[in-house]
């Protein structure tokens, strides 16, 4: 079995050609703790956030990397957050029986959406949209990087109830090679794995099976696991964005506020005390005179 819950970094020393592995266990099954889902759904979500590994660790961003995608079928929502740290948490939302099949049998009309949350750091946000296409996540994925990254990518997924796994192979823009096929080459043997290969086979035997003709550097494994971000005094800050009518009126209705991480299943329970401390202002402490 393959090391688990880590991401491998590749390199074609003599061609522009980069390339990841990730290979996902207790992250994986941590999602999978936290709610019930269809298979067909299960099987998605497994793939996106295999994707969300090998995508965060090829952007350049210091913060969260979500990836959505919204549709009109029966699932309608899927979401991934990816960390700059290595670190991931996955929810989906969806309607009635999930049926078994493509991207657009689960989804129906929808769009994949790619944002990019820097403000802790200070720095810009960005997000992408453009319309879901495909049908499979690494064909979404792979049609959304040459439409708005103009990045030539290919992305293999693979995802069961123990375990998701992805590849990703890039061709490096803007760097002059001798080697002109090394691209077409890369793909051609990336195009042999198969997904069982993915979920049972280790990162370096995958390596040497694909590339063993090719001058390949590989980097030191880096681990990644679950981490949910949720906590008090963030849905207490989104309490006071609701402003203290909403929120007493809500408390009016039912007593008490509890709010349910989505990503987590952590409950935040809110009394009248605890949501009247919340806007609360907190006076200026005066630093006490001294006597002359």
Not at 48 to 60: D, G, N, Q, T, V
Not at 74 to 85: F, I, M, Q
Not at 199 to 227: G, K
Not at 255 to 270: A, D, P, S
Request: net charge negative; aromatic share 6%; with cysteine.
């Amino acid at each position: 079995m393959p090391t688990t819950d880590t991401l491998t970094r590749f390199l074609f020393e003599s061609a522009p050609v980069r390339g990841e592995l990730v290979s996902l266990d207790a992250t994986w099954q941590e999602v999978l703790k936290h709610a019930v889902y269809p298979l067909p759904l299960q099987t998605l979500l497994g793939e996106l956030m295999a994707a969300a590994a090998l995508l965060s660790a090829i952007l350049k961003f210091d913060g969260s990397m979500i990836l959505q995608m919204q549709g009109s079928g029966a699932v309608k929502l899927v979401v991934v957050e990816a960390t700059s740290d290595r670190t991931l948490r996955a929810t989906a939302k969806w309607e009635g029986e999930v049926p078994a099949g493509s991207l657009d049998v689960l989804l129906g009309e929808g769009r994949f959406v790619i944002t990019l949350d820097q403000s802790a750091s200070g720095k810009q946000n960005y997000q992408g949209i453009v319309p879901l296409a495909g049908a499979s996540v690494a064909e979404a994925l792979t049609h959304y990087m040459q439409s708005s990254e103009q990045l030539d990518t290919q992305i293999h997924l693979a995802a069961n109830s123990r375990r998701a796994a992805g590849m990703l192979i890039q061709r490096l823009p803007g760097v002059e090679t001798t080697d002109a096929d090394a691209w077409n080459r890369a793909m051609h043997l990336a195009a042999t794995l198969k997904p069982e290969e993915l979920l049972t086979v280790p990162a370096d035997a995958i390596l040497q099976r694909l590339f063993h003709e090719e001058d390949v550097r590989v980097f030191e494994a880096e681990l990644v696991s679950f981490r949910c971000t949720c906590s008090r005094e963030r849905v207490g800050e989104m309490m006071k964005m609701l402003g203290r009518d909403e929120v007493e009126s809500v408390l009016a209705e039912r007593g008490e506020i509890e709010v349910r991480c989505e990503f987590c299943n952590r409950q935040y329970k809110f009394d009248p005390v605890d949501a009247a401390q919340l806007f609360v202002a907190v006076a200026p402490v005066q630093a006490p005179q001294i006597k002359h």
